[in-house]
T-cell receptor
């Protein structure tokens, strides 16, 4: 069964720092990996989707990489701002095993960017 | 273009009561999903509908039923609510099924069962 782990569980940084969020998964049979943002009491907003054949995706100050063979993804946030404060979730869309055809989510990283 | 909408936003039920959570999307998406989010457990898939006319069980289907009413609407029904079903429920949709497609989420329904 696919398991997704995110490290760290929480992160507090001053404004302007570059930071890295980590996501690892146990089964490399995936179709894609998505990074989401969730604000308190709200739904999830999709940030980036990386297909299994891709190595990275970029959107503005966000860059996500994928190393499928080692079961790892990182989300890089450049020049962080207080508005980036949220919970960041990664999820893999499974291509095999008992989780076939389903998204498996990590527990999330709670990010706080203070002025 | 409202995206994915869910009703109600909040609900309190007593054990044994029934209710239906409604979800609709206006993006002409083929696939729709129901998740629950619990502290320490993350988001877990309850049921999904890969295309209109089909539904399949996810990771935690017990105690729930779903109906894909048409291409736009996908409802989740609790026949006899239990305290263990206290959770935040999210509906999501995607254009299709496969590696190209992002999932788009609704704002959630916060359900408390006493």
């Amino acid at each position: 069964k696919q398991e997704v782990t995110q490290i760290p569980a929480a992160l507090s940084v001053p404004e302007g720092e570059n930071l890295v969020l980590n996501c690892s998964f146990t089964d490399s049979a995936i179709y894609n990996l998505q990074w989401f943002r969730q604000d308190p009491g709200k739904g999830l907003t999709s940030l980036l989707l990386i297909q299994s054949s891709q190595r990275e995706q970029t959107s503005g100050r966000l860059n996500a990489s994928l190393d499928k063979s080692s079961g790892r993804s990182t989300l890089y946030i450049a020049a962080s701002q207080p508005g980036d404060s949220a919970t960041y979730l990664c999820a893999v869309f499974n291509a095999g095993g008992t989780s076939y055809g389903k998204l498996t989510f990590g527990q999330g990283t709670i990010l706080t960017v203070h002025p | 273009n409202a995206g994915v909408t869910q009703t109600p936003k909040f609900q309190v039920l007593k054990t044994g009561q029934s209710m239906t959570l409604q979800c609709a999307q206006d993006m002409n998406h083929n696939s729709m999903y129901w998740y629950r989010q619990d502290p320490g457990m993350g988001l877990r898939l309850i049921y999904y509908s890969a295309s209109e006319g089909t539904t399949d069980k996810g990771e935690v289907p017990n105690g729930y039923n779903v109906s894909r009413l048409n291409k736009r609407e996908f409802s989740l029904r609790l026949e006899s609510a239990a305290p263990s079903q206290t959770s935040v429920y999210f509906c999501a949709s995607s254009p299709g099924w496969g590696d190209l497609y992002e999932q788009y989420f609704g704002p959630g329904t916060r359900l408390t069962v006493t």
